[in-house]
């Protein structure tokens, strides 16, 4: 739970009192939260933003990042 608070905590109390203009994070459960993880902090609102992770199983949310890691390891090997 503190990985969690320590990954999501402050940015949702931020995104709570801030204006309309920062992003907020997704309803998500833990395990999604747990999920997200994988994405490196500076591109995991974007890939939020690119998912429809409220709406996500577990197990969607899992290929997505899955499928997210396998591209950029294919984008690596072309080079």
């Not at 905590?9 to 395990?31: I, V």
């Not at 429809?52 to 199983?57: A, G, K, P």
């Amino acid at each position: 739970m503190m990985i969690v608070f320590d990954a999501y905590g402050d940015k949702q109390s931020a995104a709570l009192n801030a204006s309309a203009q920062t992003q907020r994070l997704p309803n998500m459960n833990y395990s999604q939260a747990l999920i997200l993880l994988a994405v490196p902090e500076e591109e995991r609102e974007q890939f939020i933003a690119e998912m429809d992770i409220e709406n996500m199983s577990v197990r969607e949310l899992q290929k997505g990042v899955k499928d997210r890691d396998q591209a950029l390891q294919d984008r690596e090997q072309a080079f």
